[in-house]
């Protein structure tokens, strides 16, 4: 973080749009992956029974609050006051009903639920189509995107490269809850109607259409060498993807990625020569200033 915090603190170095793109990020994800761990914790893993299913959602979880402590970490080194991050939020509409999108999916569902109704059922497929392919595997892009683009102009390459890593992870939960959707289908053939598929279509649409009002509203994308319409038919793309994985029609065929140099920048290889480089762990020494945990 330390090149990241001398640009932070140059007065040439950097735009106030730059500045104000980090803060978003931030606060965002802060957040946003609360509400994702929330889930993961207190609505998935109490329905499932595999004890393997439960040791990999805990895992997930611990990710999360990783996540969470990565942006605490980030905060801390550019001396941020986080309570500025959370007032960006308090007066953004699009950002109040992106948080309502995704929690809805979780209010009936509880760990005494009765899972032999098809019903009952198809709301927790809903919840893991939901939090899996809309929220994790789409509604993020949005901002990784941003991030990244400004890691890509060597700005703030410390927190472009912990991004990367937080991506991997994403990665590894949206393939994690696509085949958890996959199986539940496999297992349940009744909840795989037509007017269930529809209705998950009609998610993914409505998650599309809440990530292109907050890239419009709040993400300025002209300002870092970006086009807004390239950026939405990008999550257009990625939205697509989500639906072909799950087994669902697609919504823009034969749509191509619009930024090929970003899907070059988010395939983070796990793998790393012993002599070429370190293992990429998340580290949590050399914090510069210091936030406590509870004002995160």
């Given at each position: 973080?330390?090149?990241?915090?001398?640009?932070?603190?140059?007065?040439?170095?950097l735009?106030?749009?730059?500045?104000?793109?980090?803060?978003?990020?931030?606060?965002?994800?802060?957040a946003?992956?609360?509400?994702v761990?929330?889930n993961?914790?207190?609505v998935?893993?109490?329905?499932v029974?595999?004890?393997e299913l439960?040791?990999?959602?805990?895992?997930?979880?611990?990710?999360?609050?990783?996540?969470a402590?990565?942006?605490?970490?980030?905060?801390?080194?550019?001396g941020?006051?986080?309570?500025?991050?959370?007032?960006?939020?308090?007066?953004?509409?699009?950002?109040?009903?992106k948080?309502?999108?995704?929690?809805?999916?979780?209010?009936?569902?509880?760990?005494?639920?009765d899972?032999t109704?098809?019903?009952?059922?198809?709301?927790?497929?809903?919840?893991?189509?939901?939090?899996?392919?809309?929220?994790?595997?789409?509604?993020?892009?949005?901002?990784?995107?941003?991030?990244?683009?400004?890691?890509r102009?060597n700005?703030?390459?410390?927190?472009?490269?912990?991004?990367?890593y937080?991506?991997?992870?994403?990665?590894?939960?949206?393939?994690l809850?696509?085949?958890?959707?996959?199986?539940?289908?496999?297992e349940?053939?009744?909840?795989?109607?037509?007017?269930?598929?529809?209705?998950?279509?009609?998610?993914?649409?409505?998650?599309?259409?809440l990530?292109?009002?907050?890239?419009?509203?709040?993400?300025?994308?002209?300002?870092v060498?970006?086009?807004?319409?390239?950026?939405?038919?990008?999550?257009?793309?990625?939205?697509?993807?989500?639906?072909?994985?799950?087994?669902?029609?697609v919504?823009?065929?034969?749509?191509?990625?619009?930024?090929?140099?970003?899907?070059?920048?988010?395939?983070?290889?796990k793998?790393?020569?012993?002599?070429?480089?370190?293992?990429?762990?998340?580290?949590?020494?050399?914090?510069?200033?210091?936030?406590a945990?509870?004002?995160?």
């Amino acid at each position: 973080m330390q090149k990241d915090l001398e640009q932070w603190k140059s007065s040439t170095e950097l735009s106030d749009v730059e500045r104000w793109i980090i803060m978003m990020g931030i606060g965002y994800f802060s957040a946003a992956e609360g509400i994702v761990g929330d889930n993961i914790q207190h609505v998935v893993r109490e329905l499932v029974t595999a004890p393997e299913l439960k040791l990999v959602l805990g895992r997930h979880a611990h990710e999360e609050n990783i996540h969470a402590d990565s942006l605490l970490y980030m905060i801390s080194s550019l001396g941020i006051n986080p309570h500025e991050c959370e007032a960006m939020f308090e007066q953004v509409d699009t950002i109040r009903r992106k948080n309502e999108f995704v929690t809805k999916v979780s209010k009936n569902l509880r760990r005494d639920l009765d899972l032999t109704q098809t019903s009952n059922k198809q709301e927790l497929a809903k919840n893991i189509f939901v939090f899996g392919q809309c929220m994790e595997g789409t509604q993020f892009y949005g901002l990784f995107g941003m991030v990244l683009s400004l890691a890509r102009q060597n700005k703030f390459p410390g927190i472009g490269q912990m991004f990367r890593y937080t991506l991997r992870d994403e990665s590894n939960h949206i393939e994690l809850f696509r085949n958890l959707f996959r199986v539940l289908i496999d297992e349940n053939p009744d909840i795989w109607t037509d007017a269930f598929k529809s209705e998950l279509s009609e998610l993914m649409k409505e998650a599309v259409s809440l990530e292109k009002d907050f890239i419009r509203d709040c993400l300025p994308v002209n300002s870092v060498g970006m086009s807004a319409d390239e950026f939405c038919s990008y999550i257009d793309y990625i939205a697509d993807r989500r639906l072909n994985g799950v087994g669902l029609e697609v919504i823009n065929p034969g749509l191509e990625n619009p930024f090929p140099w970003l899907a070059e920048m988010m395939d983070v290889k796990k793998e790393q020569n012993f002599f070429e480089g370190r293992v990429t762990e998340y580290q949590k020494s050399s914090v510069l200033t210091e936030v406590a945990d509870d004002e995160l």
